[in-house]
């Protein structure tokens, strides 16, 4: 197994775009995390799913939304981009939906929004 | 609101030096604390859970419930425990919800 996938690597986009950013799931894990590292910070919860349904949401706005798929693997989209979407954003699997469960990380997508 | 606190950006040490990287958080519930740690070029990954109670590299950590800290803890530094730590608080909010607080990190580096 791969461990937690994600696509693209890079991403280049402009203020008021949209962008998908895409995960795949160690195989057999149901739970999805997103975070948001900002440069200099640790990450921050974007969101969490499980089963495919929306678990947990972190202080983010509403341009922040994400799905869950029958496969288990997910997508967070970001809409009317800012500059300060700027991140690393990473992509978090874990075999059940459990506090003390360890998450497996995904290496990330590097967003820099011009 | 939960909150993870760790007051070192950087921690320099030489090898063979003991090692201490400080975690202190805040939440009213019963925690769940981890530390991930992330080597250079490499994905973040889990350390080791107050939960397991064990020592992952040599590191250990306890949890101090009175004084809201789970320190990592390493008695001897080696060149290849330079990397960045992560102190994380797990909160669950419900069935199947659960989410980590991240603290800022701290970068370790041993100086040979």
């Known amino acids: 197994d791969a461990g937690v996938t994600q696509s693209p690597t890079h991403l280049i986009k402009t203020r008021g775009q949209q962008v998908t950013l895409r995960c795949s799931p160690i195989?057999?894990?149901?739970?999805v995390s997103w975070y948001q590292q900002v440069l200099g910070q640790g990450p921050q919860f974007i969101f969490q799913?499980?089963?495919?349904?929306?678990?947990g949401r972190g202080n983010f706005p509403d341009r922040f939304s994400a799905r869950q798929f029958p496969n288990y693997s997910s997508e967070l989209n970001v809409n009317a981009l800012l500059l300060g979407d700027s991140a690393l954003y990473l992509c978090?699997?874990?075999?059940?939906?459990?506090?003390?469960?360890?998450?497996?990380f995904g290496p990330g997508t590097r967003l820099t929004v011009l | 609101a939960q909150r993870v606190t760790q007051p070192e950006k950087l921690l320099s040490v030489f090898k063979g030096a003991p090692v201490e990287l400080k975690c202190n958080y805040s939440?009213?519930?019963?925690?769940?604390l981890f530390w991930y740690v992330q080597y250079s070029r490499q994905r973040l990954q889990l350390l080791l859970r107050?939960?397991s109670r064990e020592s992952i590299k040599g590191f250990t950590a306890d949890l101090n419930k009175g004084e809201t800290s789970f320190h990592l803890k390493k008695p001897f530094a080696q060149e290849e425990d330079s990397a960045m730590y992560y102190c994380?608080?797990?909160?669950?909010?419900?069935?199947?919800?659960?989410?980590?607080?991240f603290g800022k990190g701290t970068k370790l580096s041993v100086i040979p």
């Open positions: 978090a699997s874990s075999s059940a939906a459990r506090s003390y469960n360890e998450q497996f």
């Open positions: 195989s057999g894990h149901k739970s």
């Open positions: 799913y499980y089963e495919k349904e929306e678990r």
């Open positions: 939440y009213s519930g019963s925690p769940e």
């Open positions: 107050h939960i």
């Open positions: 994380a608080l797990s909160t669950n909010s419900g069935a199947g919800s659960y989410q980590l607080t």
